[in-house]
C-alpha cells in the first residue's frame, strides 16, 4: 500500500507542478514556446534534453536486450554518443539560427516552402504519436507487474495527467515537469542495480555474467551485430523533441554545454541500465524478457524503497510522452491546420491546439491498449523520421539545398527503401533499416544536388 501512495502522490505532485507552472502568456505562442521572458537555466536544459530522451525504449528494453540475447545495443549507444558531441559542435550553433521557430517544419519552410513543412510535418506526427504509444505500453506494464494495478486503469491515470498539464500549460509545463522527472529517473535506475549487486555481490556478478553477453572473442556475431546497432542509432537523432529544446535558448553555447553534461549522464545511465538486464538474467533467467525488469523490482527491491524505483521508471516514460504529445500538437496546428486553413489568429491557434492536444493523447492511449506488441510496431514508426527527414534538414543547415521536386523524391526514396528493407531484408541482415534508408536518401540528395541547380537561403 505504500507503494501505491508513493507512486500516486509522484502523480499528483506532476500534476499540480504542471499547472502552476504553465505560462501566463496568452495564444498559441504560450503553448508552443518559453517565451523570452523566461530564463533557461543549465538545469533546465539538461533535465529537459535528458527526460525527453529516456523513455521506455532505453529504461526496459535495453535491459531486456541484455537479458534476451547480449550487450550489443548497449555497446552500439556507447559509440553513437559522439554523435551528440558533433550535434553540439556543429548542428546547434545552426538551429539557434532559427530561434523562433516552433516545430522542424518551421525550419524546413524556410528552405523547401510548405514542401518542406509538409513532408517534416507529417513525418514528426507519425514518430511522435508512435512514441506516445510506446510508452503507453510500458506504463502500463509497470502499474500491471509491479504494483498490481490493471493495465487499463494504470494507463488512463497516468497518461489522463500528462493531457490535463499538456493541455493546460503546455511547452512550459512539460518544461518544469521534466526537471522533476529528471531527478526521479537519476534516483530509480541506480537503486535497482545497487540492490542487485548487493544481493548477488559485485564478484559473484562480474563472475556469473554469460562470457557470450559481453565478450567479442567469446561471441564473434557480437561484433557485426554491435556495428550494425551502432550505425543505426548513429542516424537516430536530431528527433522533433530535441530539436524543440534546442530552440528554447538563444544562447547556443549554453545549449551544446548541456547537451555535453547529458552525454556524461546519459554513458552512467546506460550502464545502470544494461547492469539492471543482467542481473535480471542471473537472479530470474526463466522469466519471460519483456517481464525480467519488473519481475527483478517487484521481487527484489523492498517497500517503500519499490514506490520510489516505480516513480523513476514512470518519470522516465510520462517525460519522453509528455515531450512527444506537445510537439504533435503543436506540429498539427502550426504545419496543417494554420497554413492550410490560413488560420492566423493566436487565440483560435490555442484553442485548436489543446483540442488536438486530448485528441492525439485519447488517441495514443487507444493504439497502446489496441497492439499487445506496441513497441516493435513503433520502432519501425521511428523509421518514418531519420530516413526522410535527417538528409535534407542537416544539409540545409550547411547550406546545401536542392529543388523542392528533388528533395521529396529523395524523402520519398528513403521512406520507400527503409520499407522495403524491413519488409523483405532485416530478418536475414544485422543492419537497421533506419540506417539502410537515411543512406539511400543521402545518395538520392547528393545526386540532385550535382545536377540540379541549387539554391540557397540565408536565415
Known amino acids: ?78 559509440l553513437a554518443i559522439p554523435i551528440d558531441i558533433l550535434i553540439a559542435v556543429y548542428i546547434i550553433p545552426r538551429i539557434i539560427k532559427h530561434y523562433g521557430a516552433e516545430t522542424v517544419g518551421d525550419i524546413m519552410h524556410v528552405y523547401y516552402g510548405n514542401t518542406g513543412r509538409y513532408i517534416t510535418g507529417l513525418s514528426a506526427i507519425l514518430v511522435s504519436i508512435g512514441l506516445i504509444a510506446a510508452q503507453i505500453s510500458v506504463s502500463g506494464r509497470i502499474f500491471e507487474y509491479i504494483l498490481q494495478i490493471d493495465y487499463i486503469w494504470g494507463v488512463i491515470i497516468s497518461y489522463a495527467i500528462i493531457v490535463i498539464y499538456t493541455t493546460v500549460g503546455g511547452l512550459r509545463s512539460v518544461l518544469f515537469a521534466n526537471q522533476l522527472q529528471f531527478f526521479a529517473i537519476l534516483l530509480a535506475i541506480p537503486v535497482i542495480s545497487i540492490f542487485g549487486l548487493y544481493q548477488i555481490g559485485f564478484d559473484n556478478f562480474i563472475s556469473t555474467i554469460p562470457s557470450y553477453k559481453i565478450s567479442f572473442s567469446e561471441n ?118 494554420s497554413p492550410i486553413f490560413n488560420i492566423k489568429n493566436q487565440t483560435r491557434m490555442l484553442i485548436i491546439a489543446r483540442i488536438v492536444n486530448v485528441a492525439i ?32 534538414l542537416v544539409m540545409a543547415l550547411f547550406g546545401k539545398v536542392i529543388t523542392h521536386i528533388g528533395m521529396a523524391i529523395s524523402c520519398a526514396s528513403g521512406a520507400t527503401s527503409f520499407i522495403m528493407w524491413e519488409q523483405f531484408f532485416a530478418q536475414d541482415y544485422s543492419f537497421k533499416g533506419v540506417f539502410i534508408g537515411t543512406m539511400v536518401n543521402l545518395i538520392v540528395f547528393m545526386v540532385f544536388y550535382k545536377h540540379e541547380p541549387t539554391t540557397t537561403k540565408s536565415v
Open 220 to 337: 564473434p556475431d557480437l561484433v557485426s551485430m554491435t556495428i550494425a546497432a551502432t550505425l543505426g542509432f548513429t542516424v537516430m537523432n536530431l528527433f522533433p523533441t530535441f530539436i524543440q529544446r534546442a530552440l528554447i535558448n538563444k544562447d547556443h553555447q549554453a545549449t551544446s554545454k548541456a547537451l555535453y553534461i547529458n552525454s556524461v549522464i546519459y554513458a552512467f545511465f546506460l550502464i545502470f541500465v544494461t547492469i539492471n538486464g543482467l542481473i535480471a538474467f542471473i537472479k530470474y533467467p526463466e522469466v519471460k524478457a519483456s517481464l525480467a525488469l519488473p519481475y527483478l523490482i517487484d521481487h527484489m527491491i523492498p517497500t517503500g524503497i519499490q514506490g520510489l524505483v516505480v516513480v523513476g521508471l514512470l518519470a522516465a516514460v510520462m517525460s519522453t510522452a509528455d515531450s512527444d504529445l506537445n510537439i504533435t500538437s503543436v506540429t498539427i496546428v502550426k504545419d496543417f491546420l
Open 361 to 392: 493523447g485519447s488517441l495514443a492511449i487507444v493504439i497502446a491498449l489496441s497492439f499487445s506488441q506496441v513497441v516493435d510496431l513503433v520502432i519501425f514508426i521511428a523509421g518514418f523520421w531519420g530516413p526522410i527527414v535527417i538528409v535534407p
Open 1 to 78: 500500500m505504500i507503494d501505491i501512495i508513493i507512486v500516486f502522490s509522484y502523480l499528483v505532485i506532476l500534476l499540480l507542478v504542471g499547472i502552476l507552472q504553465r505560462s501566463r502568456l496568452k495564444g498559441f505562442k504560450s503553448f508552443s514556446r518559453v517565451g523570452s521572458k523566461f530564463q533557461v537555466s543549465k538545469l533546465v536544459l539538461v533535465a529537459t534534453i535528458f527526460a525527453s530522451s529516456i523513455g521506455g525504449g532505453t529504461t526496459f528494453g535495453i535491459a531486456e536486450k541484455a537479458f534476451a540475447g547480449n550487450v550489443a545495443y548497449s555497446y552500439g549507444l556507447f
